[in-house]
T-cell receptor, first 117, second 113 residues
Framework: GAVVSQHPSRVICKSGTSVKIECRSL??????MFWYRQFPKKSLMLMAT?????????EQGVEKDKFLINHASLTLSTLTVTSAHPEDSSFYICSASLAGGIEDTQYFGPGTRLTVL | DQQVKQNSPSLSVQEGRISILNCDYT??????FLWYKKYPAEGPTFLISISSIKDKNEDGRFTVFLNKSAKHLSLHIVPSQPGDSAVYFC????????????FGKGTLLTVNP
């Protein structure tokens, strides 16, 4: 089956630093990648949708200058949390879609736990 | 505004019995629905989906029922197994949304041996 990896799985950083999270589709080319955020006991909230070679589309309320997304290739998307603050602490999950059709399954990565001190 | 609602945060069933997980939605534009299973510290894994042109889809022990008029869907697991214990998320999307998934808050299923 399609496998999506995320790196790192867990990161702790100081307030004010930037953190980069990588999302890779290991055995398929992903036309579209999605970034989600999950707070404790809450649903996954879509942050942005990225298509290879184009700018990401951010959801309402998500600061594009704070959460930088780069989808440089069909197998790699990165999320950079710039000038991280404690309120950015969360579980970040990416997903990748094979062809981007409505019936195309999104395959999820294992997630990255970010803790900002 | 929660467009996809899973009103039961948890459910406990005995091994071998049926598990029924419920999901309601408010956005009438949704026309494709999915169920995902999630273990702690892992990303969700796809279980089963259903298009709005159908009212039932079955895959092994898993069956999803869709009642469009009630804007309600349910996931049935028969027979339930201890390995089914996980958080189950209901998600919805529609053509024209750029395939964005809107998730419910999840239901923690515990299957007791």
């Amino acid at each position: 089956g399609a496998v999506v990896s995320q790196h790192p799985s867990r990161v702790i950083c100081k307030s004010g630093t930037s953190v980069k999270i990588e999302c890779r589709s290991l055995d398929f080319q992903a036309t579209t990648m999605f970034w989600y955020r999950q707070f404790p006991k809450k649903s996954l909230m879509l942050m942005a949708t990225s298509n290879e070679g184009s700018k990401a589309t951010y959801e309402q309320g998500v600061e594009k200058d704070k959460f930088l997304i780069n989808h440089a290739s069909l197998t790699l998307s990165t999320l950079t949390v710039t000038s991280a603050h404690p309120e950015d602490s969360s579980f970040y999950i990416c997903s990748a879609s094979l062809a981007g059709g409505i019936e195309d399954t999104q395959y999820f990565g294992p997630g990255t736990r970010l803790t900002v001190l | 505004d929660q467009q996809v609602k899973q009103n039961s945060p948890s459910l406990s069933v005995q091994e071998g019995r049926i598990s029924i997980l419920n999901c309601d939605y408010t956005n009438s534009m949704f026309d494709y629905f999915l169920w995902y299973k999630k273990y702690p510290a892992e990303g969700p894994t796809f279980l089963i989906s259903i298009s709005s042109i159908k009212d039932k889809n079955e895959d092994g022990r898993f069956t999803v029922f869709l009642n469009k008029s009630a804007k309600h869907l349910s996931l049935h697991i028969v027979p339930s197994q201890p390995g089914d214990s996980a958080v189950y998320f209901c998600a919805a999307t529609y053509r024209g949304s750029n395939y964005k998934l809107t998730f419910g808050k999840g239901t923690l299923l515990t299957v007791n041996p």
